[in-house]
């Protein structure tokens, strides 16, 4: 055998090595297996298999939801009644879920159900009482309740927690108006239609106190 022959022989046996090293090693790709991302954004298809890419399966609403849903319809068609069964049903599944707690006053308040009303708001408040919505939705139930006192304290705090809200000045203003405080009022109609001139209501309320049409 020859240097040269000697050399491919050495060769060969080193090529056989590693083909069947690799082979037993379990290294290579199993016909079969899962593939399995290597890294957490890594996708199977994409742009390069668009064919390959899996969609997202639709996610259905939850209970919750879908009653919220109800309460929504039912108040559109103004079927009250139908509405505060189905926000009623939500209460009962999370006694503190805030959208049914706003919405619930609302309802109360349509059909002048004034002290329920108050106890949803109140709720609302001792869940986060930096909600001025929740305020002013309170200080107008109070107003009706004849509670003027605590009416003007939480019209007060919305306008505190959002001073360029117009509707807040407004709200409070109808409830000096109410109360036959005029001069007050039409401050504060006025400062409502500075923050917001498309407000109608404000500007024609101006008008009526500003000349005294009252």
Known sequence: ?????????????????????????????????DFEAKVADEQIGGINRPDKTFSTPKVEPTRIEELLTMADEAVQKEDFDEAKKALGSVLIIEENNMDALQKMGYVCMQTGEYTEAKENYEKLLALDDNDDMAHVLLAN????????????????????????????HFNYANTLYD???????????RKAYALDDSLK??????????????
């Open 1 to 33: 055998m020859t240097t040269f022959q000697l050399f491919l022989l050495i060769i060969a046996a080193g090529v056989f090595y590693l083909f069947f090293k690799q082979l037993f090693s379990g290294n290579h790709p199993k016909r079969g297996v």
């Open 141 to 168: 139930t109070l107003h009706k309740l004849g509670e003027e006192n605590k009416a003007e304290k939480h019209h007060e705090k919305a306008i505190k927690l959002d001073p360029e809200y117009a509707p807040h």
């Open 179 to 189: 109360l036959g405080r005029k001069e007050e009022a039409l401050a504060g109609y």
């Open 201 to 214: 209501e404000a500007k024609e309320m101006i008008v009526k106190l500003e000349n005294k049409n009252v």
